[in-house]
T-cell receptor, first 113, second 113 residues
Framework: EDQVTQSPEALRLQEGESSSLNCSYTVSGLRGLFWYRQDPGKGPEFLFT???AGEEKEKERLKATLTKKESFLHITAPKPEDSATYLCAVRGIDQTGANNLFFGTGTRLTVIP | EAQVTQNPRYLITVTGKKLTVTCSQN?????MSWYRQDPGLGLRQIYY???????DKGDVPEGYKVSRKEKRNFPLILESPSPNQTSLYFC????????????FGEGSRLTVL
């Protein structure tokens, strides 16, 4: 069973068209949820850490929120330079009892001028 | 500038020819890790190291070896590469294993023929 599921797989937006990316997780004992941005041909770049339900973090046009089972990355009035793949990762306890960091497969965002 | 440096960035090799991908970080991080990234599968951990001379298997360690003789370096060794090891590899580091705030290298794209 996947520990972290991201949706949609791909998203195309017009410049200025706000939207949200979803990250749902099934691990228990959450030790943190992390958002990354990955540009083509580059390594992931850390954006946010969220630890508890109700927590929010903001950076420029991005805002990350967290509930008990999912996180949203809200993108307000996106620009073409926001085009990238956004990865979600969760640190928690899986079914085997291991404390690990689990990555989702990402949402590929394209913002059209 | 804080960075994680991987070499080579691109490599094409043949089955069975031993190769090493180097990784070096300049942030004095204790924790280092190797991931592979494949389409539809996301980032999967190969090996990690919590400190000098301390290494452990991740989720997909078969066919790989690592060593941590110095704090800054964490090379990934493929003793006898096979085509199923064709992938994009990332080295990452952080202050400790308990965080999900990782610094990633630029990636090494490996093709095994």
């Amino acid at each position: 069973e996947d520990q972290v599921t991201q949706s949609p797989e791909a998203l195309r937006l017009q410049e200025g068209e706000s939207s949200s990316l979803n990250c749902s997780y099934t691990v228990s004992g959450l030790r943190g949820l992390f958002w990354y941005r990955q540009d083509p041909g580059k390594g992931p770049e850390f954006l946010f850490t969220l630890y508890s339900a109700g927590e929010e973090k903001e950076k420029e046009r991005l805002k990350a929120t967290l509930t008990k089972k999912e996180s949203f990355l809200h993108i307000t009035a996106p620009k073409p330079e926001d085009s990238a793949t956004y990865l979600c990762a969760v640190r928690g306890i899986d079914q085997t009892g291991a404390n690990n960091l689990f990555f989702g497969t990402g949402t590929r965002l394209t913002v059209i001028p | 500038e804080a960075q994680v440096t991987q070499n080579p960035r691109y490599l094409i090799t043949v089955t069975g020819k031993k190769l090493t991908v180097t990784c070096s970080q300049n942030m004095n991080h204790e924790y280092m890790s190797w991931y592979r990234q494949d389409p539809g599968l996301g980032l999967r951990q190969i090996y990690y190291s919590m400190n000098v001379e301390v290494t452990d298997k991740g989720d997909v360690p078969e066919g790989y070896k690592v060593s941590r003789k110095e704090k800054r370096n964490f090379p990934l060794i493929l003793e006898s590469p096979s085509p199923n090891q064709t992938s994009l590899y990332f080295c990452a580091s952080s202050f400790d294993r308990g965080t999900g705030e990782l610094f990633f290298g630029e990636g090494s794209r490996l093709t095994v023929l």
